[in-house]
C-alpha cells in the first residue's frame, strides 16, 4: 500500500553504539511503501550515522545517551510534528517483512478509536516466535512473552503502531524509565484508558537481540532494577509491596550463586536510583 493511499506513517528508530544493525533497518523502512518518512535519533553520537541522511530520514544526533523513554519520545515528536497520523516505532535491531506496515495499518483502521496500540507478531530469523505481547503477573513482578496472540497487558515496543490519537490520549513513554519497563507501563496505561492493545497476526518483525547490549554490562541489571521500581511505586498495590521485593531478593541472590557480585550491586544501584526517579 503506497503511502499516499493511507495514513502517513512515520517510523521511528533509536540508535546506541550499534550503527550496522540501524542502518539496515533504516534502509529497509525507506524501501517501505506504507512508510512516509523515517525518523532516526542517535544516542551518544559519534557521527557515524550521517552517511544515512537522505530525502526519506531525518537524523537526529543527541550528544549524550538519553536512554529508550526519552530517545524515542523525540522521535515520535519529531514525527508527529512531521504530521504522522501514526507513528511506527521499531528497534535499529528489527526487519520488518513486506507488507507488514501496511497490515498493522489496516489492523489499526479496522479497529477504530479502541485502537491504542498495534504490535506484529515478533520472531527469530529462523522463524521460531518470539512474541505477540506479554503479561505481568504483579505478585512475583514477573513477565511471560506470549508467543500465540492472547490477553496481554503489554505489547513489546521493538516494534509497535502507535496512532497520533492514542498520544493526544495518554501521552508518550513515561521519562523515568531509562531502559526496559516502559513497555509495561504503556501498556497498562492504554488499558487504564479503556483503548486496546491489537495483535495484527499476518505482519511480522523480524528481531534479534542487539550488539549494543553486549557492552552494556551491569547497565542491564541497573537499568531492569530502576524500571521496576518505577513500575511498582506507579501502579502501587500487590507490584509494589510484594512482586518488587520478592524479584529484586531473587535477583540479587541469583547473580550472587553466579559469582557476579559487581550485577548483584548493580541491582541495588537500580532500586535506589527508581526509588530517586519517582
Not at 513489546?156 to 521519562?175: F, N, Q, V, Y
Not at 541472590?253 to 550485577?263: M, T, V
Request: charged share 25%.
Amino acid at each position: 500500500m503506497p503511502a499516499s493511499e493511507g495514513p502517513l506513517v512515520i517510523a521511528v528508530v533509536l540508535n546506541w553504539r550499534d550503527a550496522e544493525s540501524t542502518r539496515t533497518c533504516v534502509e529497509s523502512l525507506v524501501a517501505e511503501p506504507a512508510v512516509s518518512h523515517t525518523v532516526l535519533v542517535d544516542n551518544e553520537s559519534t557521527g557515524e550515522l550521517r552517511s544515512i541522511g537522505s530525502d526519506g530520514v531525518t537524523l537526529i544526533e543527541q550528544e549524550e545517551n538519553l536512554g529508550f523513554s526519552r530517545g524515542v519520545n523525540i522521535g515520535i515528536r519529531a514525527a508527529l510534528e512531521q504530521g504522522a497520523q501514526a507513528v511506527l516505532v521499531i528497534n535499529n535491531d528489527a526487519l520488518v517483512e513486506s507488507g507488514a506496515v501496511a497490515e498493522l495499518v489496516e489492523t489499526w483502521r479496522a479497529h477504530g478509536d479502541r485502537t491504542g496500540i498495534v504490535a506484529p507478531m515478533v520472531r527469530y530469523a529462523d522463524g521460531t516466535l518470539q512474541s505477540s505481547g506479554g503479561r505481568l503477573r504483579p505478585f512475583d513482578a514477573s513477565t511471560t512473552d506470549l508467543v500465540e496472540p492472547g490477553e496481554a497487558n503489554y505489547l513489546t515496543w521493538a516494534c509497535i503502531l502507535l496512532p497520533r490519537a492514542t498520544t493526544e490520549s495518554i501521552g508518550l513513554l513515561d521519562e523515568r524509565f531509562f531502559m526496559y519497563w516502559e513497555d509495561v507501563d504503556y501498556g497498562l496505561r492504554v488499558l487504564d484508558a479503556g483503548l486496546d492493545l491489537l495483535v495484527a497476526e499476518r505482519a511480522f518483525v523480524v528481531h534479534e537481540k542487539s550488539k549494543s547490549h553486549g557492552r552494556a554490562g551491569t547497565a542491564i541489571d541497573r537499568y531492569g532494577a530502576r524500571g521496576l521500581v518505577v513500575l511498582a511505586r506507579t501502579r502501587r498495590g500487590v507490584l509494589l509491596y510484594v512482586g518488587l521485593p520478592l524479584r529484586v531478593a531473587a535477583r540479587v541472590l541469583r547473580r550472587l550463586l553466579e559469582g557476579r557480585p559487581a550485577h548483584a550491586a548493580a541491582v541495588l544501584k537500580g532500586v535506589r536510583d527508581g526509588w530517586r526517579a519517582t
